[in-house]
């Protein structure tokens, strides 16, 4: 079966400290990889899709990059956090445009 | 233009009773997916629910069906037999189109469950 995983969990990170996320997907191949930004309280937003190894579309401009250096990984970056980058990130993973999985989330305080 | 609509910010239920949390969407593509995700205090997402925009059955998946009303635009939830379990957050989400990636996600709706 398929897992997908994130981490750090939880980060605490300092105005303009560089940030990287990690999410890998485990049990299926070529899987469409997903970040997404939830403020508290609010909704889900789409920051970066990745459809394949270096392929990224943005949905945001915005302080953060995204990569795919191998087939089920998937890197949010960031290199000078900004207060308003706080939030609960999610990754998720779909097959094609099928219904998307989502991983455990991190919860990244900036202060 | 904001394309989902959940307009019940928080929903009590009374345990064993049914409860719907309601959803309107607005696309002008004929060919739509929607979605409904439930996320519990620890944050994960958790799927739910599918129902296309071609299909011609409600969707069901044990307690959850989904009440799909198209001319109306709706996609309600029900959860039938509600359990303490269910108190959480529930996203309703489309993806528009047939080729498209973009999922849009709802405000979400809180939903508690009392004993």
């Known amino acids: 079966s398929q897992t997908i995983h994130q981490w750090p969990a939880t980060l605490v990170q300092p105005v303009g400290s560089p940030l990287s996320l990690e999410c890998t997907v485990e049990?299926?191949?070529?899987?469409?990889l997903y970040w997404y930004r939830q403020a508290a309280g609010r909704g889900l937003q789409l920051l970066f899709y990745?459809?394949?190894?270096?392929?990224i579309s943005s949905e945001v401009p915005q302080n953060l990059s995204a990569s795919r250096p191998q087939d089920r990984q998937f890197i949010l970056s960031s290199k000078k956090l900004l207060l308003s980058d706080s939030g609960f990130y999610l990754c998720a993973w779909s097959i094609l445009r099928d219904t998307q999985y989502f991983g455990p989330g991190t919860r990244l305080t900036v202060l | 233009a904001q394309k989902i609509t959940q307009t019940q910010p928080g929903m009590f239920v009374q345990e064993k009773e049914a409860v719907t949390l309601d959803c309107t969407y607005d696309t002008s593509d004929p060919s739509y997916g929607l979605f409904w995700y439930k996320q519990p205090s620890s944050g994960e997402m958790i799927f739910l629910i599918y129902?296309?925009?071609?299909?011609?059955q409600n969707a069901t998946e044990g307690r959850y069906s989904l009440n799909f009303q198209k001319a109306r635009k709706s996609a309600n939830l029900v959860i039938s037999a509600s359990q303490l379990g269910d108190s959480a957050m529930y996203f309703c989400?489309?993806?528009?189109?047939?080729?498209?990636?973009?999922?849009?996600f709802g405000a979400g709706t809180r939903l508690f469950v009392k004993a």
């Open positions: 049990g299926t191949s070529n899987p469409n």
């Open positions: 990745s459809v394949g190894i270096g392929q």
């Open positions: 989400a489309m993806r528009e189109g047939a080729g498209g990636f973009k999922t849009i």
């Open positions: 129902q296309g925009s071609y299909d011609q």
